[in-house]
């Protein structure tokens, strides 16, 4: 009896042996994915396919050959331009608006021909750019944008008229 013992313990064994294989999720019998495997935190992004490229609709806008030149010879609206070159034409603009009456130069900036202006309750900046012929000064909010209202233009009236421009 000896020999029918041993051999029911050996295939016991053997079925406990199979049985712990099986049910501590031996990669035999497990389906899925490399990349799930990771942690979640190393694990790949899923991107929609629309948002892989970036976004071209709203691309910087270059303005026109037409409209550069209007700017640059003094047609555009809010400002004016002189025939002096950037520097000259920022220190003259410096003088002219210090003459006016009620003016308040909050800042200057040389570098980026500027000049923080306070003006009858209205707070705006007067812009020297250097331009093809020379200089163009206009008045612009702090967002770069042209500034409206009535003092920036009474302003710049003053300065055209003061600098003798067109």
Do not use: H
Not at 45 to 67: C, G, H, I, Q, W
């Amino acid at each position: 009896m000896r020999p029918n013992v041993s051999i029911a313990r050996a295939a016991v064994a053997g079925l406990l042996l199979v049985g712990v294989a099986l049910g501590s999720g031996c990669s035999w019998f497990r389906k899925g994915s490399d990349l799930y495997a990771q942690s979640p935190e190393t694990r790949p992004l899923e991107v929609p396919p629309d948002l892989d490229l970036p976004r071209t609709d709203t691309a910087v806008n270059v303005p026109s050959a037409a409209a550069r030149q209007s700017v640059e010879s003094g047609q555009a609206s809010g400002g004016f331009g002189l025939a002096t070159g950037r520097e000259e034409a920022f220190a003259k603009v410096g003088e002219a608006l210090a003459a006016v009456q009620g003016v308040t130069i909050t800042s200057r900036a040389e570098a980026l021909g500027v000049y923080d202006i306070s003006y009858e309750g209205a707070n705006f900046l007067v812009r020297v750019a250097g331009a093809s012929t020379g200089s163009y000064v206009s008045a612009v909010d702090p967002r770069g944008l042209p500034a409206t209202g009535a003092a920036p233009k009474k302003l710049i009236d003053t300065l055209r008229t003061a600098l003798g421009a067109q």
